[in-house]
C-alpha cells in the first residue's frame, strides 16, 4: 500500500522489483532513532530492547541493499534508477524532487554503509552495555547511519545536502556523547564548526551549478556540463573548488582536518563507524558522483590530488610520534583519507572507490579491536581503581598473551593498511600510485604525488607496526595488579571484529586485477557512473614491466617499513606514560601535530573571537541595535514627549501668547 | 462716510486689547481687557452696517448679549478659583501644567 | 462742528482710555478708563448712525457689566498690592504681536464704499457708491422712518428671530450658572 502511496505521488513510474524499496533502507534506521529515542527518553533501562531495534533495523536495511545489489547485478543498468519519494520544492524555474537515485556507485556504498554498520553496532551491545546512556547511542547511531544513507542516495545535491549535514550533526551528538566533560563537548563543537566551514563551500558550489546549468539532479548535471560549461574553464572550476572545500570539511583533509582527532573523544565504535568507514568518506563519494564536473576542470583535479597527496604525507608524519591509540588511528584516516583523494584528482575514480571499501574494513577493524583493548584496560583500571589513562599505548605491551583473538586480528588489518598482499589495502593503494605515476608522464607534477604517496605508505608501515609493537609486543607494562584482571572481550565483541576481518583478507577480490587473474569487477561494475568522466579525462595506467616495478617497489617500501617499525620501537625499554619523558626536537613539534592547532587559534579563532565579543556584541548589538535602535528611540519618544510637556505649562498667560502667535498667524492670509 | 477712520479706531482698540491680555496678570484686568477687544469688534459691525444693512447692528445686538453672559459666568468661575486659591494672579492658576 | 472733527476727539479719547486702562496698576482705575472707553465708542456709534446701539451700549455694557466687573473687584478685595504687569521679555513679545497684528490690520483704514462697490462688481467711478448698497441706503432711512428702536426690532424679530430666542435661552443658561458657580457649597 505504501508503495502504491509513492506511486501516486511521484511523475515518474517507481521501478520494479527491490530497487522501489530503497526508501525502506532509509526508514528503517529512522525508525529505529525515534523509537530508541523515546526509549532513551522513557525507559533508559530497557537496553534489551534498545538493542534488538538498534541493531536489528541495521541489518534489516543491509538484508534491503543486498536485495538491491542482487537485482542490479542481474540487469546492470545504464543510467541510473530514479526513485522519486516526494515533490520537494517547486519554486520558479527548480521544480526539485525528494529522490533516491539507485546506481552502482550508490548502490556499493549502501552496501557498506550498512554492513559495516550492522557489525559495529553489534560490536556496540558489547561495548555500550555499562554506558547509562545506552538508549540514546543507539537512537543517535541509527539517525546517523539513517542520514549518511539519504547522503548517499541522494538523486540531487540537495538530498545530497541534507544528508550531509545530517551526518555532521550526528557526529557532534556522538562525539559529545559524555558530555559532562567539558573536553568532550568542545571537540564536538570543534568538528561541528569546521564541517560548517565546509558546508560553506559545498551551498555556493550548488548556487554556481544552479546559475549555470540550471538544475541539481546529478544526471542533468552530468549532461548539461560538457555543453554548456566550458572546460577548465572558470565556471567549472570555482564549482568544483568551492565542492571540494566541503570535502576538506567532511573527509578531514588540509585544511579542515584538525577537528578528526579531537572526535576520538566520542566512543571508540563511533570513532569506527562515522571517523573511518562512512562519514569521512563522503567527500571522496562526492568528488565520485560529480566526476564529470572534476574532469572537465584539470586545475582542481590537480589540486585535490595535490591536497591528498601532501594531507597523506603529512598526517602520516605526525601519526609516527603520537602515544593514543586512537589518535595514531584518527592521523592514519587522515591519511588513508588522502590517498582516496589523490585517486579522484587523478582520473581513478574507480581506485578512489575502491580504497575507501577497503579502508572501511580494515580501519574499521582497527578501531573496534582498540575499542576491545581499551574496553579491556578500562576493566582492570576499574577493578584496581587506577587512574593511568587506558588509550595511552605506553601503558600497554605485551597484550597478545590476554587478548589473543584481538592481536591476530588487528595484526591482519595493520598488514592490510601497510599494503601487504593478498590482503585488502595492496591492491587498492597500489592501483592509487600506479594511476599517480602513469599520469606522471604527461604531467609532471603528478611525480611529485606519487613520491608523496609513496613516503607516506612507507611512513603508514611504520607506525602501524609501532603502535602494534607498543601495544602488544615486548614487555608489559601494564601493572601486575591490574594484569590479573585482563582478558579478552566477550563474542559479542569478538564476533564483528571477526567479520572485519574475513573482510579484510577477502576485500582485495573485489577488484582483484586482471594481472593477479581477477576480473577488476569493481572496474566494470562503476564503469557506467565514471564513464563520462573517463572519456573526459582518461587514465594513463602504466603496463608491463613499469606495473610490475612498481607493484614489487611497493611491497618492498611495506615489508621496510613494517620492519623497521617493529625493530626501532622495541630497541629501547618505552616507560609508562606517567614516568615517560617528554619529546624533544623535530619529536616534539610531531608529537604537537606541528602546532596547527595552536596556530588556527591564534590565526582564526582568537581574532574571531574578539571580533564577535568587542565589535558585533558590544559593538554592534549593545551599542548599535540596544543603545541606538532600542534604547535610542526610546530616548527621541521620550524627548519629544519632553518637548510635548514643556508646552502643557499650566500657566494661562503662556497659552494666550501661543494663541495669538497663532492667531496673527492666520491672519496673513488676509491682510495682504 | 466714516467708514475708515472707524474701522482703524476699532483694529488699534483690537490691538490695545490684545497688548492688554499679554501685559497683566490679573485675572480680572484680563476679563476687562477681553471685553475692550470685543468693544472693538462692536465698532467694525456697526461702521459696516452703514453700507451693508441693518444686520450689523443685530448682531452687535447679539455680541453685547453673550459678552454680558460670558462677563458673568467668568467673574462667577473667578470667585470659585478665587476661593481655592486665595488669589486671582495667572501665575497661580497652573493645575493644568504637565 | 464736523462730523469728522467730533469723531475724530472721541476716537482719540477712547484710545487714551484704552491705553490707561491697560496700563494702570490700580484695578479700580483699569475698570473706570474702560468705562471711558464705553462712554466713548457709544458717542462714536451715535455718530454713525446707530443710536440704539449707543444707548444700549451705555445702559448694558457701562451700566450693567463694569458694574458687575466693580462688584467682583471689591468683593474679592484684591488689587493693593504689587505690580501685576508682566516682565520684561513679556512686555517685548506683546509690542511684537501688537505691532504685527496692527500693520496686518491697518489697512482697514482705506477701506472706502467706493472700494467696497467695486469689489462688489461695479465700474469704477460710476454714480454714487451707495448704489450698489441697497440694505445700506435702508439702514440711514429706516430710523426716520420707524423711529430708532423700530428700525433694528425689525430685522431682529423677522430674520433673526431664531438667534434671539436662542440667545435668551443662553441667557437663562449663563443666569443658572453664574449662581450655581459662585455658590460656597453646592
Known amino acids: ?672 | 462716510m466714516l467708514l475708515g477712520p472707524a474701522l482703524l479706531l476699532s483694529a488699534v482698540l483690537f490691538t490695545i486689547g490684545v497688548a492688554g491680555v499679554l501685559l497683566r496678570r490679573n485675572a480680572i484686568v484680563l476679563f476687562m481687557c477681553v471685553e475692550l477687544m470685543l468693544n472693538a469688534v462692536n465698532l467694525t459691525f456697526v461702521a459696516f452696517s452703514q453700507v451693508l444693512g441693518l444686520g450689523g447692528q443685530v448682531i452687535v445686538f447679539f455680541v453685547m448679549t453673550v459678552a454680558a453672559a460670558e462677563a458673568a459666568v467668568g467673574l462667577a468661575i473667578i470667585l470659585a478659583v478665587f476661593r481655592h486659591t486665595r488669589s486671582v494672579d495667572l501665575k497661580n492658576i497652573n493645575l493644568l501644567q504637565g | 462742528m464736523s462730523a469728522e472733527v467730533v469723531f475724530y476727539l472721541m476716537a482719540g479719547f477712547a484710545v487714551v482710555s484704552a491705553l490707561l486702562c491697560i496700563t494702570q496698576r490700580n484695578i479700580i482705575a483699569s475698570a473706570m478708563w474702560l468705562v471711558s472707553t464705553m462712554f466713548s465708542l457709544a458717542g462714536i456709534y451715535v455718530l454713525l448712525n446707530a443710536q440704539f446701539i449707543a444707548a444700549i451700549q451705555v445702559l448694558v455694557y457701562a451700566g450693567a457689566v463694569m458694574v458687575l466687573f466693580l462688584f467682583v473687584i471689591m468683593l474679592l478685595n484684591v488689587g493693593r498690592g504689587g505690580n501685576d504687569l508682566r516682565g520684561a521679555p513679556v512686555r517685548l513679545v506683546a509690542m511684537l504681536i501688537g505691532g504685527a497684528l496692527l500693520a496686518q490690520l491697518f489697512f482697514l483704514g482705506r477701506v472706502t464704499p467706493g472700494g467696497m462697490a467695486v469689489l462688489r462688481g461695479a465700474a469704477a467711478g460710476s454714480g454714487s457708491p451707495m448704489d450698489a448698497f441697497p440694505a445700506g441706503q435702508t439702514a440711514l432711512t429706516a430710523p426716520a422712518a420707524q423711529g430708532v428702536v423700530g428700525a433694528i426690532a425689525e430685522p431682529l424679530f423677522r430674520q433673526y428671530l431664531v438667534p434671539f430666542e436662542l440667545t435668551s435661552l443662553l441667557l437663562l443658561t449663563a443666569a443658572v450658572g453664574a449662581v450655581v458657580l459662585a455658590k460656597r457649597k453646592l
Open chain 1, 1 to 672: 500500500m505504501t508503495l502504491s502511496l509513492i506511486q501516486a505521488a511521484a511523475d515518474a513510474p517507481v521501478p520494479a522489483g527491490a530497487v522501489g524499496w530503497v526508501w525502506l533502507a532509509v526508514a528503517l534506521p529512522l525508525v529505529g532513532f525515534l523509537i530508541n529515542g523515546w526509549l532513551a527518553l522513557t525507559r533508559p533501562a530497557a537496553k534489551t530492547a534498545v538493542s534488538v531495534i538498534g541493531a536489528g533495523v541495521l541489518v534489516a536495511a543491509f538484508a534491503v541493499a543486498a536485495a538491491i545489489f542482487v537485482q542490479l547485478r542481474g540487469h546492470p543498468p545504464e543510467a541510473p534508477l530514479i526513485v522519486e519519494l516526494w515533490r520537494w520544492i517547486p519554486s520558479g524555474g527548480l521544480d526539485l524532487r525528494f529522490s533516491f537515485q539507485v546506481d552502482q556507485l550508490s548502490t556499493v556504498m549502501l552496501l557498506v554503509v550498512t554492513g559495516v554498520g550492522s557489525l559495529i553496532h553489534l560490536f556496540s551491545i558489547g561495548y555500550m552495555r555499562s554506558d547509562p546512556g545506552y538508549a540514546r547511542y543507539f537512537a543517535y547511531l541509527n539517525l546517523f547511519v539513517a542520514f549518511m544513507l539519504v547522503l548517499v542516495l541522494g538523486a540531487n545535491l540537495p538530498v545530497l545536502f541534507v544528508g550531509w549535514e545530517g551526518v555532521g550533526l550526528c557526529s557532534y551528538l556522538l562525539i559529545g556523547f559524555w558530555f559532562q566533560d567539558k573536553a568532550n563537548a568542545d571537540a564536538g563543537k570543534k568538528a561541528f564548526l569546521m564541517n560548517r566551514i565546509g558546508d560553506f563551500g559545498v551551498l555556493i558550489a550548488m548556487f554556481i551549478i544552479w546559475w549555470t546549468l540550471r538544475s541539481l539532479d546529478f544526471v542533468t548535471i552530468a549532461e548539461r556540463a560538457p555543453l554548456r560549461l566550458a572546460a577548465g574553464g572558470a565556471g567549472v572550476t570555482a564549482i568544483t573548488l568551492f565542492l571540494f572545500l566541503g570535502c576538506t570539511g567532511k573527509s578531514a583533509q588540509i585544511p579542515l582536518y584538525t577537528w578528526l582527532p579531537d572526535a576520538m573523544a566520542g566512543p571508540t565504535p563511533v570513532s569506527a563507524l562515522i571517523h573511518a568507514a562512512t562519514m569521512v568518506t563522503a567527500g571522496v563519494y562526492l568528488v565520485a558522483r560529480t566526476s564529470t564536473l572534476f574532469a572537465m576542470a584539470p586545475v582542481s583535479s590537480a589540486l585535490v590530488a595535490g591536497v591528498g597527496a601532501f594531507t597523506a604525507l603529512f598526517a602520516a608524519s605526525i601519526g609516527l610520534r603520537q602515544y593514543d591509540i586512537k589518535r595514531v588511528l584518527a592521523y592514519s584516516t587522515i591519511s588513508q583519507l588522502g590517498y582516496m583523494f589523490l585517486a579522484v584528482g587523478t582520473g581513478a575514480y574507480v581506485a578512489g572507490v575502491f580504497h575507501l571499501i577497503t579502508h572501511a574494513f580494515f580501519k574499521a577493524l582497527l578501531f573496534l579491536g582498540a575499542g576491545s583493548v581499551i574496553h579491556a584496560l578500562h576493566h582492570a583500571y576499574h577493578a584496581t581503581h587506577s587512574h593511568d589513562d587506558a588509550q595511552d599505548m605506553r601503558n600497554m605491551g605485551g597484550l597478545r598473551r590476554y587478548l589473543p583473538w584481538t592481536f591476530a586480528l588487528m595484526l591482519i588489518a595493520t598488514l592490510a593498511i601497510a599494503g601487504i598482499p593478498p590482503f585488502a589495502g595492496f591492491f587498492s593503494k597500489d592501483e592509487i600510485l600506479a594511476a599517480a605515476f602513469g599520469r606522471g608522464e604527461s604531467q609532471p607534477i603528478w611525480f611529485l604525488f606519487w613520491g608523496m604517496g609513496v613516503l607516506a605508505a612507507l611512513m603508514t608501515a611504520f607506525y602501524m607496526m609501532r603502535l602494534m609493537a607498543m601495544t602488544f609486543l615486548g614487555e608489559s607494562r601494564v601493572g601486575a595488579k591490574e594484569r590479573e584482571h585482563l582478558h579478552e572481550a566477550p563474542w559479542s565483541m569478538t564476533g564483528p571484529l571477526l567479520g572485519l576481518g574475513v573482510l579484510t583478507v577477502l576485500g582485495g577480490l573485489i577488484n582483484l586485477p586482471v594481472f593477479a587473474g581477477g576480473h577488476a569487477a569493481l572496474e566494470h561494475w562503476l564503469e557506467p557512473v565514471v564513464a563520462k568522466a573517463q572519456d573526459i579525462m582518461p587514465l594513463a595506467m602504466p603496463h608491463g614491466q613499469t606495473e610490475w616495478l612498481l607493484i614489487g617497489g611497493a611491497v618492498a617500501i611495506a615489508v621496510i617499513g613494517l620492519l623497521l617499525g617493529w625493530k626501532l620501537t622495541l630497541a629501547r625499554p618505552i616507560l609508562p606514560a606517567r614516568e615517560a619523558p617528554p619529546d624533544t626536537g623535530f619529536s616534539l613539534v610531531l608529537f604537537r601535530k606541528y602546532y596547527i592547532d595552536e596556530l588556527y587559534d591564534g590565526l582564526i579563532v582568537r581574532p574571531l573571537v574578539a571580533i564577535s565579543r568587542f565589535v558585533l556584541w558590544k559593538g554592534v548589538d549593545q551599542g548599535l541595535i540596544d543603545g541606538v535602535g532600542a534604547n535610542g528611540s526610546a530616548a527621541l519618544a521620550r524627548g519629544l514627549g519632553w518637548v510635548g510637556s514643556r508646552l502643557q505649562s499650566g500657566q494661562l498667560g503662556f497659552y494666550i501668547v501661543v494663541f495669538l502667535i497663532g492667531a496673527v498667524w492666520l491672519l496673513r492670509a488676509v491682510a495682504r
